[in-house]
């Protein structure tokens, strides 16, 4: 089998060394390998989840043409493969962000506070649909949703109820809105909310996830803005939070999601990096200088089931940032380079069969994003498949977080897979795909062309078909559900959580929030906003004065789809 | 040549999970059958859908939450309708405990997680023969 001829001189290893290497491995695949296992071998049926080879047994060959000082380097320093910090979670583990947000805000409240009393250093604060796609609690396309699946916000009100007696100064607060066009609103309430406080705005730490591939593609809905409006909003934010808020990271490219959604690991990055290349292309086309906004976008990232790629996809995804920002957009800032992430291990992964044995999947994707070396991580629960995580399960996954940060040792050393001839081989294959994704997307005009046509949707659906099939047939293997199939399947009852009252509280305060706000500013902040929607100016200090004024989320929203019109998803038949 | 079996396939309300919803929809047409892919829809418009299409089957998806209001509305609308010959079927994310509710509201089977494609595709065939 005709192996990689490498590129460069051999670096790692002497030309002696390597020779013998070679004529060794060929001894062992020729003479100690049985026949059976070398026609396996030949089958190339091993493939990682994504396509990459996997050989039965890698080497220094795989590896020899890797230069360590420049392909691979030391933590805190270019290309940042091994970590963004010198000396990593030494320095500073990872941060426990597990979510929290179901109900109304007062009830999230309370779980916010449960979770920093047990040690949690950050929230995930999650909204429910109406929220998330921008509906009022009382608006009748919010009916059935309102406080299901997440936290219900309809006006600053709720922001503030939501941190009632938490110092906003003192934690850092991942603001889950995922769209732009909740992006806009949302945070500025938060943001509102401290200034009423008198928290000064270099104490507010926190993320937005800002990502218009969600407003468009990862997630439907009944009524989407326009791809190109949606991009437009989510450079606004950036831009907006990156003048005002030091340590608010206004983007977070939402890998997760879209991985979520259908997408294989190399996929995921690529198409997170592109709408990172096509931000600071429209950012620089602003006036905004490159370390001014690459410092602060940040990623998010799914940690799937193939245990030595996810770690590759991490360590590979920090040098393609590196390699984008430095040598495309010629960032001078080392920060501008460094590629933080969050992680969150993969729901998609956790069936609803046997839902204890999710806790071992989910330990095992979290160990596996501290080797990749993430900045903060979520740990799914065991009853992802049932509904968003009852206390029970959250804590589990808070303590699942804290057995690899406390009891295994595997944060005492950086990056300790590294020279590992396969993760080594792995990270480099990523690297390469990565790179070649994102020059297919740039091929067909950039990202935002390529959601206007529908490609990415296609991409999404064609490799859910590929996936799905792998289910049916057996070839993928799920314990439990197509695999060791217990006879009687387990009917273990998962408490699930409901506020039913939800509705009936946030429709009460929306009445008197009505009754008691000034109209006339109302007015006056809604149609200030409607003419600058026509403008190419910046829209969120429009929004911030508006919910100051205590305009509602949804007559934002509204006022969007009025004056941006709506678009159609492109898989509907 | 009898039909093929008309199925209007909806993602209900503001649900956003396409995932599962667009998938059954490609297996039940790669298993013969006929189907429309409506997108996130409510249950009026989903029942004006099935009317145009002159639908055998709805096939509602959520994962949000609102199977027991909207779910159940749709099929009061479908009964209102006088479109009683019009199976529907659900999946997604729906706590069993629920299911027995769905079903005495006139649905006629609910998939969750982890449901083979052919017992859905079995289970809709069926339907249609009896």
Not at chain 1, 43 to 67: C, E, F, Q
Request: charged letters at 25%.
């Amino acid at each position: 089998m005709g192996r990689e001829e490498s590129k460069k001189d051999v670096c790692l290893f002497s030309q002696d060394q390597l020779d013998t290497i070679k004529s060794g491995y060929d001894d062992w695949f020729n003479n100690v390998l049985k026949d059976n296992d070398r026609q396996d071998e030949l089958s190339g049926k091993y493939v990682t989840h994504s396509g990459i080879p996997i050989r039965m047994l890698h080497t220094p060959a795989d590896i020899a043409g890797i230069d360590y000082a420049e392909d691979i380097g030391f933590p805190g320093c270019a290309p940042y493969v091994r970590g963004v910090y010198p000396n990593m979670y030494r320095g500073r583990p990872f941060t426990l962000r597990q979510l929290a947000g179901l109900g109304a805000p007062e009830d999230c409240n309370l779980r916010v506070k449960y979770l920093l009393g047990h040690g949690a250093t950050g929230v995930n604060i999650l909204f429910d649909l109406p929220t998330i796609r921008g509906y009022n609690s009382d608006d009748p396309e919010a009916e059935g949703n309102v406080g299901h699946c997440g936290a219900a916000v309809d006006s600053i009100w709720d922001i503030d109820a939501f941190f009632k007696d938490i110092d906003l100064g003192a934690i850092s607060t991942s603001v889950v809105t995922h769209l732009p066009s909740t992006s806009i609103v949302i945070p500025g309430m938060y943001f509102a909310v401290a200034e009423q406080r008198g928290t000064p705005k270099d104490k507010i730490a926190g993320t937005c996830q800002n990502d218009f591939i969600m407003e468009t593609c990862v997630g439907s809905g009944p009524e989407i803005l326009p791809p190109p409006v949606s991009f437009r909003l989510q450079c606004d934010v950036v831009e907006y939070i990156c003048e005002n808020y030091p340590r608010f990271n206004p983007i977070s490219y939402n890998g997760y999601n879209l991985r979520e959604a259908g997408t294989d690991a190399v996929q995921e990055v690529a198409i997170a990096i592109s709408n990172a290349i096509a931000t600071a292309e429209e950012l620089i086309g602003r006036g905004m200088d490159v370390d001014k906004f690459a410092p602060r976008m940040s990623f998010f990232w799914d940690l799937h089931n193939d245990f030595f790629e996810e770690i590759a996809k991490c360590r590979a995804s920090r040098k393609v940032w590196y390699k984008i920002m430095h040598d495309r957009f010629g960032a001078k800032n080392p920060k501008s380079c460094l590629m933080r992430f969050h992680i969150q291990t993969a729901g998609v992964t956790l069936p609803a069969t046997e839902p204890l044995n999710n806790v071992a999947r989910s330990a095992i994707q979290g160990l596996a994003a501290v080797f990749g070396g993430c900045q903060s991580l979520h740990i799914d629960s065991f009853d992802e498949a049932y509904s968003a995580p009852t206390e029970e399960a959250a804590l589990v996954s808070l303590r699942t977080q804290q057995i690899i940060q406390s009891e295994t040792g595997v944060i005492n050393t950086v990056d300790p897979l590294a020279g590992s001839y396969y993760v080594e081989y792995l990270t480099e294959q990523m690297i390469n795909r990565i790179f070649d994704y994102i020059k297919q997307i740039e091929e067909l005009g950039g990202l935002v062309k390529a959601v206007e046509d529908g490609w990415l949707h296609r991409e999404i659906a064609n490799y859910n078909l590929k996936y799905q099939k792998k289910i049916e047939t057996g070839e993928m293997k799920i314990v439990g559900v197509n695999y060791f199939r217990a006879e009687e399947a387990s009917t273990q009852e998962i408490e699930v959580f409901e506020y039913p009252e939800t509705y009936t509280r946030q429709k009460a305060k929306l009445d008197r929030l009505r009754k008691e706000r000034n109209r006339q500013k109302v007015d006056e902040s809604l149609n200030v906003l409607r003419d600058k929607c026509h403008t190419d100016e910046n829209l969120y200090p429009y929004t911030m004065e508006a919910v100051k004024n205590l305009v509602t989320l949804g007559e934002i929203e509204e006022l969007f789809r009025e004056e941006f019109g709506l678009w159609t998803f492109p898989l509907i038949s | 040549m009898a039909r093929p079996i008309k199925v209007v396939m909806a993602k209900l309300g503001l649900d956003i999970h396409w995932r599962g919803v667009y998938l059954v929809s490609q297996f039940l047409r790669d298993a013969g059958m006929d189907v429309v892919y409506i997108g996130n829809k409510f249950p009026e418009q989903i029942v004006e859908a099935a009317m145009q299409e002159d639908a055998d089957i709805v096939g509602m998806s959520t994962l949000g939450g609102n199977h027991l209001t909207l779910g159940l509305k749709t099929v009061s609308l479908l009964e209102h309708a006088e479109m009683t010959g019009v199976k529907v079927f659900m999946g997604g994310v729906i706590p069993p405990k629920h299911i027995p509710q769905l079903l005495d509201g006139g649905v006629h089977k609910v998939y969750g997680p982890d449901t083979p494609m052919e017992t859905i595709i079995n289970g809709i065939k069926e339907s249609i023969s009896v």
